[in-house]
T-cell receptor, first 113, second 117 residues
Framework: LAKTTQPISMDSYEGQEVNITCSHNNIATNDYITWYQQFPSQGPRFIIQGYKTKVTNEVASLFIPADRKSSTLSLPRVSLSDTAVYYC??????????????FGQGTTLQVKP | GAVVSQHPSRVICKSGTSVKIECRSL??????MFWYRQFPKQSLMLMAT?????????EQGVEKDKFLINHASLTLSTLTVTSAHPEDSSFYICSARDLRTVAYEQYFGPGTRLTVT
């Protein structure tokens, strides 16, 4: 399983765009990149998943360069409710694999008014 | 996204007793579920992979006789903490793979807070 490295913490203000970058230098060919959000005393919530280039959904965008050794989660116009821990995970999600995910330390995002 | 539930949401038990936590996939079948524990201010630690119809696979350092896992159906996995002690107090979270999605996305339950007194 590829190891990931993220900033431990980030601060932002309401209405700003937040970009959290994750490094995964040892990503394997079959690995997908997945981001989760976790609030205190709750289970992680799936945000977005991608394999290459750019993925966008209603809450975030995920940018993955051609070499796939890093990825950036972009949260547009954050609000106070986006204060949470964000985890970047890398793993082979194929049916022949267990899909096991190993969590790193995550990035604690603090959004200020 | 898919929904995963856990029961109970919190439980308090006395030292030496056993506690069972249920994890259910509500709108999809899950041949594989995972169990994690999380201590305050720390990340999630994978404990074991629960496979429907077969034995669970435990991560290194996790006592399989203490944390009994049963995955008897495609929508239910249970974690039993046997002879619980105060150091087992933690937040236990399960997840399940949704094989209907392109990349077999994994969804997490809301967690169970276990306090052993």
């Amino acid at each position: 399983l590829a190891k990931t490295t993220q900033p431990i913490s980030m601060d932002s203000y309401e209405g700003q765009e937040v970009n959290i970058t994750c490094s995964h230098n040892n990503i394997a060919t079959n690995d997908y990149i997945t981001w989760y959000q976790q609030f205190p005393s709750q289970g992680p919530r799936f945000i977005i998943q991608g394999y290459k280039t750019k993925v966008t959904n209603e809450v975030a965008s995920l940018f993955i360069p051609a070499d796939r050794k890093s990825s950036t989660l972009s949260l547009p116009r954050v609000s106070l409710s986006d204060t949470a821990v964000y985890y970047c995970l890398v793993g082979d999600m194929g049916s022949g694999n267990t899909g096991k995910l190993i969590f790193g330390q995550g990035t604690t995002l603090q959004v200020k008014p | 996204g898919a929904v995963v539930s856990q029961h109970p949401s919190r439980v308090i038990c006395k030292s030496g007793t056993s506690v069972k936590i249920e994890c259910r996939s509500l709108d999809f079948q899950a041949t594989t579920m995972f169990w994690y524990r999380q201590f305050p201010k720390q990340s999630l630690m994978l404990m074991a992979t629960s496979n429907e119809g077969s034995k669970a696979t435990y991560e290194q350092g996790v006592e399989k006789d203490k944390f009994l896992i049963n995955h008897a159906s495609l929508t239910l996995s249970t974690l039993t903490v046997t002879s619980a002690h105060p150091e087992d107090s933690s937040f236990y979270i399960c997840s399940a793979r949704d094989l209907r999605t392109v990349a077999y996305e994994q969804y997490f339950g809301p967690g169970t807070r276990l306090t052993v007194t």
